[in-house]
């Protein structure tokens, strides 16, 4: 059975820094990408970064670029969202999720992932 657990996630100040990791069980995932997503409360869930099966690729949607980093561990099993100068507009609960399908290019649609963690909360005061 797969199991994706995300840790990491807290109250911070704005302008402050967090580091979400999300270890994935259950099979190896070495061959797919993997993705972080976050809904803010009355919003729809929307795509923050993803990474490549060797993470040589990473993207990002335009509102975090140059702030967060995307990284993985395949040897772990394990992505990292390293978030840094958060902004009281990143508050939200952050996901991360597999897509366990050959690598074809970037997806940013939810619907596309496979499997997902529980979520973590983030919370950046003003």
């Known amino acids: 059975q797969v199991q994706l657990v995300e840790s990491g996630g807290g109250l911070v100040q704005a302008e402050g820094s967090l580091r979400l990791s999300c270890a994935a069980s259950?099979?190896?995932?070495?061959?797919?990408?993997m993705g972080w997503f976050r809904q803010a409360p009355g919003k729809e869930r929307e795509f923050v970064s993803t990474?490549?099966?060797?993470?040589?690729?990473?993207y990002y949607t335009d509102s975090v670029k140059g702030r967060f980093t995307i990284s993985r561990d395949n040897a772990k099993n394990t992505v990292y969202l390293q978030m840094n100068s958060l902004k009281p507009e990143d508050t939200a609960v952050y996901y991360c999720?597999?897509?366990?399908?050959?690598?074809?290019?970037?997806?940013?649609?939810?619907?596309?992932?496979?499997?997902w963690g529980q979520g973590t909360q983030v919370t950046v005061s003003s």
């Open positions: 999720a597999i897509r366990s399908r050959p690598w074809l290019g970037v997806t940013t649609t939810s619907s596309e992932y496979d499997y």
């Open positions: 990474i490549t099966p060797s993470g040589g690729g990473t």
């Open positions: 259950g099979r190896t995932f070495r061959n797919y990408a």
